[in-house]
């Protein structure tokens, strides 16, 4: 269903530790916005909410809620080291164009609701 890098999977272990909230979970969920239509948010939470999908992805218990679900089949996160710092990558098989930025994207099916300002 979707993939978490070893990598990305030892750098949300950490957040997940510092956080030192119980029960706290990695959600996934995408909205309107961004400059291609869609925008990802990722974050911690400690809710389910009615509709949500559970899974265990390498040890990370991850939700989703079902308006996201769709677009997230075969999701890819990673972990990218650069000289500005790190930060998580995500590739998406669903995105048929992206924004330069990475952040954003649009499906062959849906177009979303892309921002006037780009990113």
Not at 71 to 88: H, N, T, V
Request: charged share 25%; hydrophobic share 35%.
């Amino acid at each position: 269903m979707m993939n978490i890098s070893e990598l990305a999977t030892e750098k949300i272990q950490e957040m997940l530790a510092a956080e030192e909230i119980p029960n706290l979970f990695l959600r996934i969920g995408v909205q309107e916005g961004g400059c291609s239509g869609f925008s990802y948010g990722m974050g911690f939470d400690d809710e389910i909410k009615e509709g949500d999908s559970e899974m265990e992805v390498r040890g990370v218990k991850v939700v989703v809620d079902s308006d996201s679900m769709k677009y997230l089949r075969g999701l890819e996160i990673d972990w990218k080291e650069s000289a500005m710092g790190g930060g998580f990558t995500i590739h998406n098989p669903n995105a048929t164009a992206t924004c330069g930025c990475g952040s954003s994207f649009r499906t062959a099916k849906e177009a979303g609701n892309p921002a006037a300002e780009p990113c």
